[in-house]
């Protein structure tokens, strides 16, 4: 993003995306399929993160840039094709449920000059929000975009990159997650262990995405918690999920965390193996993303391995560009 910005152009969403892909495998596995599906799905790929037990986080995300128009920041999380009246937004929200995952956008920010003029006055540890590392590349789930398209559709793109969470920080975290409180009260106890314990690999994967949606959620004045609960998904983590819309158009908790598995899907153990995927699957989309075990040693022949995927992603922090650099709004 600013090798492109640096020579006086823009980055684009598929150019950002093989880029990233490329640098980070053979430590992470990807497929790209030929077909394009984005009109229909509003979605590019499938991430899946998958530990070495088996346990697993998929996502059905669709890329987008953070954009300066004049002196406003946006992302166009309202896009509509011709002639179709549904928003990207709410085809990705739908197409979600085709393989019973959470829809998400991985958002690119560019680098930190680049995002010298966004205004955003909430800070993160005391750091100015478009300030923080690594979230050049970041990931939010499409219920805190539909929140911010709902609340202020103008400044819905600062709201959302805000709440977003750098793609680094989760495939290869620091510290101990700090506890989810839920609005909801009779949680199953595996559930309540999940969301109140220190979580790791994909675990704490959908629980850092799920942070700013329950956020969100105990701040709506939507009435106490629905305690009833949503149907299962076939090999969800946890099967006993409340069914507490709050202001979503989904049920929040259910569609968050039917995307944690105890089991890696079929076709997404034919991309670690290497094996041709199914049609239905190949049909659907731009392709799949898979980030095994940041744990587990990386395969690269003929020299040491990386300690993860997230070491891998480390070297892609954002670097300061010469002052000859193009700023926002700069003419190119």
Known sequence: MTGMLDAGGMFREVAATQVLLSTTSPRIRFVEFAADEEKENGADWLWWWVDRDGTCYGLLVQAKILKLHGKRWSIDFSYKTRGDD????????NAANHFHVPAAYVLYCGDSQYRSTLTCDRAH??????????????????LVAETAVGLDVRNAGVSAFHDAVPVEDITSPDGLDAPIVPLARGLAKDLDRFLRQPQRGSRRVAKELLRPVQRIRNGQFAGAAVMEHAAPVTGALFENVPNDYG???VPYLAHMLRGLRAEVPDYVRDVLEGRTLPTWVTDQLGGIVVIPDADAPAVVPGRASDSGAGRRLSGLRETPRPPHGRRPGQAA
Do not use: N, Y
């Open 247 to 249: 202001h979503f158009s």
């Open 125 to 142: 540890d005391d750091v100015p929000c478009r300030e923080r590392d690594r979230v050049g590349v970041s990931a939010v789930s499409a």
């Open 86 to 93: 549904r928003t990207q937004l709410s085809k990705l929200i």
